[in-house]
């Protein structure tokens, strides 16, 4: 039998030996630019996915605004055009300059025990924001996730290693690589979804569910009809993640949690749901929080849309088409690579947009936007002269792809040892106090020009609603009152169940 492409005459034999090119996938479960009809990985194309995402793109006004609102250059990832696309980024910067405050919010999901470099990515850039903003920081530890995800991976079936148990290790283990990148313990609140979901976050969880359809989380995340019921639900917990609301303790104010059942926690904080958040990302999350733009302003305590900054994907080591994925060793720098292996990586797998022999390199130049080790060096390399040096010389032919690659290893090997030597002070209990559910300490903006507004300064008394939780944050007198009688019949409680357990014993 011959095929329909052999017999048409209009067809030449060799469309046959042609494979069918795939389209460029981006969703937070994919990340992959397509292939070219002869099999070739095609670089991720971000304009188009800007316009497919239908977000915006980051302008040199908005980076101008930026700098006058901070009073300080903007960051190199966002200088350089790591970070690319916005919702609603302005918003933010003018919450802040009326408001003085807004939440930023980011998250991992723990797939396996060490961070890679791309990871790093987003972190840096949020740690830089929270230090100019001087903002609260939430970051979401998504162990439920990943372990529905690889579930469905391995077709429903729990393989060793890929318990509930080992992708709460992961977590932990990943909170001590996120902490070690500098974050300031008075103001970041880190959480396994695991170990923190319930209360007041539970209750926004469940109302967002319902506003949520099966198609509408099928046609966000790709999924299918044969994966797990997890892995949709899963996606309104990362979506309430941005709310506030979501963390009352954070802001001073009591939740409401097995076993203390506090009453002054009893109503939602409606003040909180009056702060602005900001999630700093790449772009492949962005599905989750269009489901979540869409539904902010229908929560029984409408929400103002959440804003993102949103970044390309730092490549695989075999170059653009691809991004760095822990689920591919030889594509990642893991932060916990040794030097050696550092530098083994970049020597055998960093894709080069240098010639075939040093002396043709010299003759016509190479290319440094398709370079990996020049690519790796314009994400982490500070001196902006410095890189633009290097890219000039590596056109001319002045610089080889040896010589950039010597530039990429001793640039990674200092900035992953320094990550390392950090990441051994990084003891348990550092990592429990930024999980534990406080009141975080932060500034904001010190002139904001109604600063009144958002829950954290007044709760809820400049747009005229009850306060909520005094000047000073600890609650109303009711509140108080409420929050005293509570803690005592909590005791008694406790007394109680002590004197049975004796008797009994
Ligand atoms: P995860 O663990 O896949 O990725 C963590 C963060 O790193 C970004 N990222 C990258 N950035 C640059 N280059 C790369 N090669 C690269 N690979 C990953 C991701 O965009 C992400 O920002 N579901 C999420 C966890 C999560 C989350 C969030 C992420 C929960 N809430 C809020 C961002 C914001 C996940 O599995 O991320």
Redesign the pocket.
């Known amino acids: 039998m011959t095929s329909a492409a052999t017999s048409d005459p209009g067809v030449p034999p060799i469309a046959s030996q042609k494979i069918a090119a795939a389209a460029q996938a981006i969703d ?1 479960y994919n ?1 992959s630019g397509g292939t070219d009809e002869h099999g070739n990985a095609v670089a991720i194309d971000y304009d188009r996915l800007v316009q497919e995402f239908g977000t915006q793109l980051l302008t040199p006004e908005h980076l101008a605004r930026f700098e006058k609102v901070t009073g300080k250059p903007a960051h190199r990832l966002m200088r350089r055009g790591v970070f690319f696309s916005h919702r609603d980024f302005d918003k933010i910067l003018d919450a802040y300059e009326r408001d003085g405050t807004f939440m930023l ?7 396996s025990g060490s ?5 790093t ?3 840096l850039f949020t740690k830089e924001l929270q230090e100019l903003f001087d903002v609260p920081l939430v970051i ?3 162990d439920d ?2 372990y529905l ?1 690889t579930r469905n991976k391995n077709e429903g079936r729990q393989k060793p290693g890929n318990t509930v148990e080992d992708f709460i290790a992961f977590a932990h283990e990943n909170i001590k690589d996120i902490i070690a990148l500098g974050f300031d313990p008075k103001k970041t609140f880190i959480y396994t979804d695991y170990e923190y979901l319930g209360g007041h976050f539970y209750r926004n969880v469940s109302e967002f569910e319902s506003m949520v359809t099966l198609s509408q989380s099928f046609g966000a995340m790709g999924f299918k009809m044969e994966y797990n019921i997890g892995l949709p639900a899963y996606g309104a917990k ?1 979506c309430v ?2 709310f506030p609301s979501s963390y009352p303790e954070l802001f001073g104010l009591p939740d409401s949690r097995y076993p203390t059942w506090d009453p002054a926690a009893k109503m939602r904080h409606k003040s909180l749901s009056k702060i602005m958040t900001l ?7 962005e599905p ?2 269009r489901i979540l733009r869409d539904r902010c302003e229908r929560m029984t305590d409408p929400h103002p849309k959440t804003a993102l900054i949103l ?6 080591l075999q170059g653009a088409g691809g ?4 689920s591919d060793a030889n594509s ?1 720098i893991f932060m916990s690579d040794t030097p050696n292996q550092i530098k083994k990586k970049i020597n055998s797998h960093a894709f080069s947009g240098g010639r075939e022999t040093a002396e043709e390199q010299r003759e016509l130049g190479g290319n440094p936007d398709v370079d990996v080790a020049f690519t790796y060096l314009s994400y982490f390399l500070e001196s902006d002269g410095e890189l633009e040096t290097l890219a000039t010389r590596y056109r001319s032919g002045d610089l080889l792809t040896g010589e950039m690659k010597a530039k990429c290893i001793a640039e990674l090997q200092s900035f992953v040892a320094d990550f390392q030597k950090r990441r051994e002070s990084v003891t348990d209990e550092v990592m429990r106090s930024f999980m534990q559910p406080r009141k975080l300490e932060f500034k904001g903006n010190p002139n904001p020009t109604k600063p009144a507004a958002p829950a954290v300064k007044e709760e809820g008394a400049a747009n005229g609603e009850a306060k909520e939780g005094g000047k000073d944050g600890r609650g109303t007198k009711g509140e108080r009152k409420a929050a005293k009688l509570a803690e005592k019949k909590a005791e008694k409680e406790a007394e109680k169940l002590a004197s049975r357990q004796k008797a009994e014993a």
Not at 115 to 119: E, K, V, Y
């Open positions: 937070p990340v919010y980011t998250g991992r999901g723990p797939s961070m890679h470099l791309g990871h990515v987003p972190f979401m530890m998504t996730e990943k995800h990362q993640a941005a999630i700093p990302c790449a772009i492949d999350q989750y929080f970044s390309k994907f730092l490549t695989a991004k760095m994925s822990a990642a």
